[in-house]
């Protein structure tokens, strides 16, 4: 049980920082800085992966 709910927190933890750095991605695509965009869209990549996994560890835990 709390292994779950501490899942269900890692979670809710990625998205608010996936959804600051979507923001962090719009200014810097518009301010020109290519370079700096694409390691913030590496980290939303890795962001969504451990997300994935979380879930899948989650569905699979279920009775």
Do not use: H, K, N
């Amino acid at each position: 049980m709390f292994e779950g709910y501490m899942q269900a927190e890692e979670i809710r933890a990625l998205a608010g920082v996936a959804a600051y750095l979507c923001s962090a991605l719009d200014a810097l695509a518009t301010d020109g800085c290519e370079w700096l965009a694409a390691d913030v869209r590496d980290i939303l990549a890795a962001i969504e992966q451990r997300i994935s996994l979380l879930e899948d560890i989650g569905r699979d835990a279920s009775p």
